[in-house]
Structure formats: structure tokens, C-alpha cells
């Protein structure tokens, strides 16, 4: 088959959706398809991606195309980008819409529609109520411009969780979803680096039981519960330690008077963004995964974590909670201090216990979340469409 993804951008600044844009569409091409990308080469709003925009660029076998993003950014337009699609869509078996709320969204669904091309939508969270209610009237008037056409012309919604689709489903105008998840290259986590390494960067830590949060810092993390939870986590565990590692997004200094607050500045280390071989050691020197999100539409962190056998605390917005929960992965509980803490406390207090749900989260990796099997996944998809 000869699929195409439209995204507004692959910049890895934005995180989630671009790499998992990537990602799905890399393995597919390893099956044996014909996968192209379409992506404006915006970065932000205020850079550009330092690639080429007036040829394609080869990618693990997956072609990408960038076009030059225009006014109005916050909306990635981009006109050249409309004008290819009206030209490259009639060759496509399916189209991969990610994302909405974005002008890409406007000019691929009248190309399909034009073609009569099925396309299959991911909205990458933003139906969940949280983050629907977020700028209502800014969305309100973009629903009656372009986006609820696109929702009602897809052929099918693309979640990544039953939750999400479920959360999803008052917003999609009765459009069947199918369910694929994100997922991991598990070699990377295979062999982890030799614990005591990050360590040895914080020597603040010493031999303290690591409680880390992963990921960036925004809003939506439910820092602000995590905080609270820790000050209460260490009236009952007085040698633990919270790192907190992943880019800034707004909330670190935020998140900092938090920790003054509560009064444990001395038992809180800031990374800031770990990657590679620095994110592998942070994982491997750490003895709980948290994530109490108000929101998250996959947790692709968690997953991560699971992979190196770190058992997990996560909120019930995490929208991955069924699959930990049936797993026996972790503890979930509402995005709340005191429940939260009472997790933690739980996995602290029980070496034994958390090392068993680790290993069962890492099972579950293997099971659920390996790329070849979201490849093929994916493949069903497309042929259901199609």
C-alpha cells in the first residue's frame, strides 16, 4: 500500500506527536509499504526546522516532504503544503491525519474528499475533556470553519488506548475508532547501563531510593500533586528522593516553589532534558516511576519505564491505567495527594513487591508494545479503510 501521514511538524521540540508520527510510519515501511510524510517545517512559533523544503528527504525508509510554514503559524499553514497534497493524495491508498484544529487538517480532508481517498485520524489527545474544554471558543469557531468536517469525513479515528477513545467518543460524531498503540524499541532497554552511574553525577542522592518523574513540565503533569504527595512520602520514608527530569515547559520554576514550600528543596534534583545513554542511566539507577498527569493520551514515559522493569504510580488520566492496572504493573490512583502518596509509600515500603510489578510491567512491554506488532497493527488498519 502507499500510505501518507500529514502532520504540522515533526520538530522534536514538540515531543509526543511528532515521534510518534514518525515512528507509526516507520513501521509500516518496514512491512513493506510505501510510506511518505507531508510536515511543515515549523519549530515552534518562532524557528524553523534546518531542512530542505524543496526536495524530499529519505528517513529510514520513509520519505518526507517539508513545506515552508506561513502566517498564520499557531494554525501551520502552509500553502505549497495544500497544493502538493491536491496532487499527492489521488496516488495514496490511505491517508494518516494527525493531530486537530490545524489548517493540515482543512487541506487534507478536501483532497481526500476530492479523490475519494479514506483517511484514518489520530487526534493525539486533544478529545480528551481536559484538554477539549481548554480554549473553547478559539475551538468552537475552528470546529464551524473546517474541523468538525474533517471529524465526520474520516474514515475511521486512530486511539492509542481504549481509554482514549472512550474519553473520546461524546466529540467524533459516531466515526468508528480502532486501537493501536504506541511503541518501543524494547532493544534500547535491553541491556541497561550499570546502576550507580547517574548517581555518581548527584552525589546529593548517595544510596536514597529514586522516585522519578519523567517527562516534560507542563501544565497537564499534575506536578503541583506530586509535590504534596512527596512532602507526605517523606514523613513516612525519610530517605527518599524525587528527581525530576525533562525539558522545561512553563512549570519549573513553578514546580520549584512547590518544593520550597513543602520543605524539601535539599530532597528534589532538576535534570532538566535526559536523552540517550543519560536516559537510560537515570531509568536504571531509579526505584519508582511516577506520572499523576490531569491528562496524558498515551504515557509512551511509562512504557519506557516498564521496558527497564521500573514498577510505575501513575494517576487514572494516564490514559494507559487499564493496561498497567490489568497487568498488576503499579498502583493507580486518582491525580490527588493523598491517594498518590499512599502509592509511593506502598512501593517504597515493599522492595520485594515493587520489583515483582516491574517485572510484570516489563512483561507487558514485550506483550503489547513492540513495533513490529504495531506495524502489522497498523497494516489492518489501513486494509480496513482502504
Same mark, same amino acid.
Given at each position: 500500500?502507499?500510505?501518507?501521514?500529514?502532520?504540522?511538524?515533526?520538530?522534536?521540540?514538540?515531543?509526543?506527536?511528532?515521534?510518534?508520527?514518525?515512528?507509526?510510519?516507520?513501521?509500516?515501511?518496514? =512491512? %513493506?509499504?510505501?510510506?511518505?510524510? $507531508?510536515? #511543515?517545517?515549523?519549530? *515552534?512559533?518562532?524557528?524553523?526546522?534546518? @531542512?530542505?523544503?524543496?526536495?524530499?528527504?529519505?528517513?529510514?525508509?520513509?520519505?518526507?516532504?517539508?513545506?515552508?510554514?506561513?502566517?498564520?503559524?499557531?494554525?501551520?499553514?502552509?500553502?505549497?503544503?495544500?497544493?502538493?497534497?491536491?496532487?499527492?493524495?489521488?496516488?495514496?491508498?490511505?491517508?494518516?491525519?494527525?493531530?486537530?484544529?490545524?489548517?493540515?487538517?482543512?487541506?487534507?480532508?478536501?483532497?481526500?474528499?476530492?479523490?475519494?481517498?479514506?483517511?484514518?485520524?489520530?487526534?493525539?489527545?486533544?478529545?480528551?475533556?481536559?484538554?477539549?474544554?481548554?480554549?473553547?471558543?478559539?475551538?468552537?469557531?475552528?470546529?464551524?470553519?473546517?474541523?468538525?468536517?474533517?471529524? =465526520? %469525513?474520516?474514515?475511521?479515528?486512530? $486511539?492509542? #488506548?481504549?481509554?482514549? *477513545?472512550?474519553?473520546?467518543?461524546?466529540? @467524533?460524531?459516531?466515526?468508528?475508532?480502532?486501537?493501536?498503540?504506541?511503541?518501543?524499541?524494547?532493544?534500547?532497554?535491553?541491556?541497561?547501563?550499570?546502576?550507580?552511574?547517574?548517581?555518581?553525577?548527584?552525589?546529593?542522592?548517595?544510596?536514597?531510593?529514586?522516585?522519578?518523574?519523567?517527562?516534560?513540565?507542563?501544565?497537564?503533569?499534575?506536578?503541583?500533586?506530586?509535590?504534596?504527595?512527596?512532602?507526605?512520602?517523606?514523613?513516612?520514608?525519610?530517605?527518599?528522593?524525587?528527581?525530576?527530569?525533562?525539558?522545561?515547559?512553563?512549570?519549573?520554576?513553578?514546580?520549584?516553589?512547590?518544593?520550597?514550600?513543602?520543605?524539601?528543596?535539599?530532597?528534589?534534583?532538576?535534570?532538566?532534558?535526559?536523552?540517550?545513554?543519560?536516559?537510560?542511566?537515570?531509568?536504571?539507577?531509579?526505584?519508582?516511576?511516577?506520572?499523576?498527569?490531569?491528562?496524558?493520551?498515551?504515557?509512551?514515559?511509562?512504557?519506557?519505564?516498564?521496558?527497564?522493569?521500573?514498577?510505575?504510580?501513575?494517576?487514572?488520566?494516564?490514559?494507559?491505567?487499564?493496561?498497567?492496572?490489568?497487568?498488576?504493573?503499579?498502583?493507580?490512583?486518582?491525580?490527588?495527594?493523598?491517594?498518590?502518596?499512599?502509592?509511593?509509600?506502598?512501593?517504597?515500603?515493599?522492595?520485594?513487591?515493587?520489583?515483582?510489578?516491574?517485572?510484570?510491567?516489563?512483561?507487558?512491554?514485550?506483550?503489547?508494545?513492540?513495533?513490529?506488532?504495531?506495524?502489522?497493527?497498523?497494516?489492518?488498519?489501513?486494509?480496513?479503510?482502504?
Amino acid at each position: 500500500m502507499k500510505i501518507l501521514h500529514v502532520i504540522a511538524t515533526l520538530a522534536p521540540r514538540d515531543g509526543g506527536p511528532s515521534k510518534a508520527c514518525f515512528e507509526m510510519a516507520r513501521a509500516v515501511a518496514r =512491512r %513493506g509499504h510505501e510510506v511518505t510524510i $507531508f510536515a #511543515t517545517n515549523m519549530n *515552534g512559533l518562532d524557528d524553523v526546522l534546518d @531542512v530542505p523544503v524543496d526536495r524530499p528527504v529519505e528517513r529510514d525508509g520513509v520519505t518526507i516532504r517539508y513545506f515552508p510554514i506561513e502566517f498564520p503559524r499557531f494554525l501551520g499553514n502552509s500553502r505549497p503544503m495544500a497544493r502538493a497534497l491536491e496532487g499527492t493524495v489521488p496516488q495514496m491508498d490511505a491517508v494518516h491525519l494527525h493531530s486537530l484544529y490545524m489548517l493540515h487538517c482543512k487541506f487534507t480532508e478536501r483532497a481526500c474528499r476530492r479523490s475519494g481517498v479514506p483517511y484514518l485520524m489520530r487526534p493525539h489527545g486533544t478529545l480528551d475533556p481536559f484538554l477539549y474544554r481548554r480554549h473553547r471558543y478559539r475551538k468552537l469557531a475552528l470546529e464551524t470553519w473546517f474541523q468538525n468536517r474533517v471529524t =465526520r %469525513g474520516a474514515a475511521k479515528m486512530h $486511539f492509542t #488506548t481504549e481509554e482514549e *477513545g472512550i474519553l473520546a467518543a461524546p466529540y @467524533v460524531f459516531g466515526v468508528p475508532g480502532v486501537v493501536v498503540p504506541h511503541g518501543l524499541d524494547t532493544d534500547e532497554y535491553d541491556n541497561l547501563p550499570a546502576r550507580g552511574r547517574f548517581r555518581a553525577r548527584h552525589p546529593e542522592i548517595g544510596d536514597r531510593p529514586i522516585v522519578l518523574f519523567f517527562g516534560r513540565l507542563n501544565f497537564k503533569k499534575g506536578l503541583d500533586v506530586l509535590t504534596r504527595a512527596f512532602a507526605d512520602v517523606l514523613r513516612a520514608v525519610p530517605d527518599a528522593h524525587l528527581v525530576i527530569a525533562g525539558p522545561d515547559r512553563g512549570m519549573q520554576e513553578k514546580t520549584q516553589g512547590w518544593i520550597d514550600e513543602f520543605g524539601f528543596t535539599d530532597r528534589a534534583t532538576f535534570t532538566g532534558m535526559v536523552t540517550g545513554d543519560d536516559k537510560l542511566e537515570v531509568l536504571a539507577d531509579s526505584d519508582l516511576f511516577v506520572l499523576p498527569s490531569y491528562s496524558e493520551n498515551f504515557g509512551i514515559a511509562v512504557v519506557e519505564a516498564m521496558a527497564c522493569g521500573l514498577p510505575v504510580a501513575i494517576s487514572d488520566k494516564v490514559n494507559l491505567w487499564h493496561e498497567v492496572a490489568n497487568a498488576d504493573a503499579g498502583w493507580v490512583t486518582p491525580a490527588e495527594a493523598g491517594p498518590f502518596a499512599d502509592a509511593v509509600i506502598a512501593a517504597l515500603s515493599d522492595v520485594d513487591g515493587a520489583r515483582a510489578k516491574g517485572a510484570r510491567g516489563r512483561a507487558l512491554v514485550g506483550e503489547r508494545f513492540q513495533w513490529p506488532q504495531i506495524g502489522h497493527a497498523l497494516e489492518d488498519a489501513y486494509a480496513s479503510i482502504v
